[in-house]
């Protein structure tokens, strides 16, 4: 039976000397024997009569032009209308002209299926069906009260309700209805993206195996990016409802586009569009695997797609081994490095240096890597700092020789770059370039005009920084390329190179004899 409260509540109206009826979802769903929390009730009473009735209670008065006075009773929220007929829809939604002089039969009328048409009398306690909507319940059959295009006219959202109605109750919409549902759909583009989206969520989580195969066109016309559907899929038992929407857009030509078509709340929208692009990865029992996804994606993400294979069939984690995942780290603050360590090794920017992060999360985790700051950073320059810092010294190198070309100057190069000029070394760390006193002043308004930072000088050694690479020139009173032996072209560059013998021994003086011993193996092979 309905609710006592409730119809206590509306037999205030009858109490008064008004007609006081529970109509729409609340019938239908007694009927079927269905709990129902949406009471709505009509009566004869103007929406100022309806307010006095209820002064007593917390009224809300947001619907009074169209005749709806909501009442809370005990947290519920009862909506009570005035019997009205309407007149001039203006939108496909909403009525030009609301009149308070009808009666129930006239109020029935304007309604849309005949199945929530069906009043209660509160008074006498008993249904009221003026439109055959009991035997359309019986036979379970959606129809519309009345001609179906002029209901459709005059609210479009009606011809997405029929498709829910449908596929909840699994129903067969009459014909006629069905053929103005195929004749009016495009009038669909009259309804706010918000209150479509409401519809097309209801229908996913309500049934949607049931219809979409028959109303295929219609779902083609709000998402004009859908290729096919996958009833096996949507036939899988849950009521998830970002499920059921990666399923329904895990066929699309644009998957960005389809999912704007609509105005789904941006964690839902971005949880779809996490599982249909991840859907590839492999989810499963090796712990390993499941950090790094769960590094990858983040936790919910990884539980989101996790969760959507396990429905549809695909290897997925337990939940032993998930709890174990979280518990060992999933997140950068496990790692020995961070952001700014990694662009300092590689030299990224932005993505990259995510991208980066990840592979070295993956590592460690295999235990293919020590979780050792230093011991990052070496793999990380070894693998990309290396190239990305020669290419800048590279790029430098001729932007300087290009200046001291101009002036008609010499320089040359130091150790680290002429090892690495002869392939002695495969990196030179330094950036010496040697330069006499006279040859320099011609060269430093033109080099300082490039420099990022303002030019040092202490000693003879003048130094700048060019693109992030230092350059510290050395003045030498002698010709330079008396500790030349050798020109290296660089891209039509001619690069001065200076001696094996004059760096060997400034080496053993130094004591540097490690870089003594890949010079003198080097010269052994010449």
Same mark, same amino acid.
């Given at each position: 039976m309905f609710d006592n409260g409730v119809l206590n509540?509306?037999? =205030?109206? $009858? !109490?008064?000397?008004?007609?006081?009826?529970?109509?729409?979802?609340v019938v239908r769903d007694y009927l079927l024997g269905l709990e129902c929390h949406d009471f709505d009730a009509t009566t004869n009473a103007t929406p100022a009569e309806i307010k006095e009735v209820y002064k007593d209670y917390q009224i809300f008065s947001y619907g009074e032009k169209y005749g709806t006075i909501g009442i809370n009773?005990?947290?519920? /929220? &009862?909506?009570?209308?005035?019997?009205? $007929?309407? !007149?001039?829809?203006?939108?496909?939604?909403?009525?030009? %002209?609301?009149k308070f002089d009808a009666t129930l039969e006239s109020d029935v009328l304007r309604r849309d299926f005949t199945i929530n048409a069906i009043a209660? *009398?509160?008074?006498n306690e008993k249904i009221v069906d003026l439109v055959g909507g009991i035997k359309d319940l019986n036979e379970g059959i959606i129809r519309c009260v009345g001609i179906p295009h002029n209901r459709f006219l005059e609210d479009s959202l009606r011809i997405f309700r029929a498709i829910r109605f449908s596929a909840r109750f699994n129903f067969k919409i009459e014909e006629a209805t069905k053929l103005a549902i195929f004749k009016?759909?495009?009038?669909?583009?009259?309804? $706010?993206?918000?209150?479509?989206?409401?519809?097309?969520?209801?229908? #996913?989580?309500?049934g949607i195996e049931n219809i979409i195969s028959e109303y295929y066109d219609v779902f083609k016309y709000l998402i004009p990016e859908l290729k096919g559907i996958n009833i096996g899929l949507l036939k899988l038992n849950t009521n998830e409802l970002v499920y059921k929407l990666a399923i329904l857009f895990s066929d699309v030509t644009n998957l960005d586009k389809a999912i704007n078509n609509f105005r789904f709340p941006k964690a839902l929208s971005l949880k779809i569009k996490s599982i249909i692009r991840n859907n590839d990865l492999i989810?499963?029992?090796?712990? #390993?695997?499941?950090?790094?996804?769960?590094?990858?994606?983040?936790?919910?993400?990884?539980k989101d797609l996790n969760g959507y294979h396990k429905l549809i069939g695909l290897p997925n984690t337990d939940d032993d081994i998930l709890n174990e995942a979280i518990s060992l780290g999933y997140e950068n603050n496990i790692l020995a490095i961070n952001g700014r360590s990694v662009k300092h090794a590689t030299g990224f920017d932005g993505k990259e240096i995510s991208e980066a992060i990840e592979e070295v999360f993956s590592e460690v985790v295999k235990g293919n890597l020590d979780n050792e700051k230093e011991v990052i950073k070496d793999y990380l320059f070894n693998k990309y700092g290396k190239a990305n810092y020669l290419k800048k010294k590279l790029a430098v190198i001729k932007l300087v020789n290009s200046i001291v070309s101009k002036h008609n100057a010499t320089i040359s190069i130091g150790a680290g770059a002429m090892m690495y000029f002869r392939g002695i070394v495969d990196y030179f760390g330094d950036y010496d370039l040697s330069i006499s006193k006279d040859d320099y002043e011609k060269i430093k308004d033109d080099l300082a =005009? &490039? $420099?990022?930072?303002?030019?040092? =000088?202490?000693?003879?050694?003048?130094?700048?920084?060019? !693109?992030?690479?230092? &350059?510290? /020139?050395? &003045? =030498?009173? !002698?010709? %330079?390329?008396?500790?030349? *032996? /050798?020109?290296y072209n660089l891209d039509n560059d001619v690069l001065h190179l200076e001696s094996l013998e004059y760096w060997y021994n400034?080496?053993?003086?130094l004591e540097r004899f490690h870089k003594c011993e890949l010079i003198k193996k080097y010269m052994g092979g010449k």
């Open positions: 509540l509306l037999k =205030k109206l $009858s !109490d008064n000397g008004y007609e006081a009826y529970l109509v729409g979802g009773y005990e947290g519920n /929220l &009862i909506e009570i209308t005035t019997f009205r $007929s309407e !007149d001039g829809y203006v939108d496909n939604r909403h009525p030009r %002209v609301v209660y *009398d509160i008074k009016d759909y495009k009038l669909l583009n009259n309804i $706010s993206k918000e209150r479509i989206t409401e519809e097309v969520c209801k229908i #996913a989580t309500g989810t499963n029992n090796d712990l #390993a695997n499941t950090r790094i996804l769960m590094h990858k994606l983040g936790l919910d993400y990884y =005009k &490039i $420099s990022t930072t303002p030019n040092l =000088k202490w000693g003879y050694i003048y130094n700048f920084k060019i !693109d992030g690479v230092e &350059i510290d /020139l050395v &003045i =030498k009173e !002698d010709n %330079v390329l008396n500790i030349c *032996d /050798l020109e400034r080496y053993y003086q």
